[in-house]
Nanobody, 114 residues
Framework: VQLVESGGGSVQAGGSLRLSCAAS????????MDWYRQAPGKQRELVAR???????NYIDSVKGRFTISRDNAPNTVYLQMNSLKPEDTAVYYC?????????WGKGTLVTVSS
């Protein structure tokens, strides 16, 4: 299973970015997928999750600003990030679990300047 992210970049505070993650390989159908992020000097944290049925969850700090969505054919997940803040600066990673194995993308850097 391979996860490939795209869409990172640099924006000013208040701007928007859209991240994409395409899953490929031996997938047993639609899989739950998540976005994590890791800021410099901090632990990786779960940002948003979407189940195979489309149910979403977010951490409190991004609620109302970020939206996770998906296309099921193929397995592609998006993270629309609006009203970005400097504290959103991090490497964003796509994650999927298949048959109790964790798969990660290589990450995409998001930098938000004030």
């Amino acid at each position: 299973v391979q996860l490939v992210e795209s869409g990172g970049g640099s924006v000013q505070a208040g701007g928007s970015l859209r991240l994409s993650c395409a899953a490929s390989g031996s997938l047993p159908g639609i899989i739950p997928m998540d976005w994590y992020r890791q800021a410099p000097g901090k632990q990786r944290e779960l940002v948003a999750r979407i189940t195979s049925g489309g149910i979403t969850n977010y951490i409190d700090s991004v609620k109302g600003r970020f939206t996770i969505s998906r296309d099921n054919a193929p397995n592609t997940v998006y993270l629309q990030m609006n009203s970005l803040k400097p504290e959103d600066t991090a490497v964003y990673y796509c994650h999927g679990a298949v048959c109790n194995l964790d798969y990660w993308g290589k990450g995409t850097l998001v930098t938000v300047s004030s």
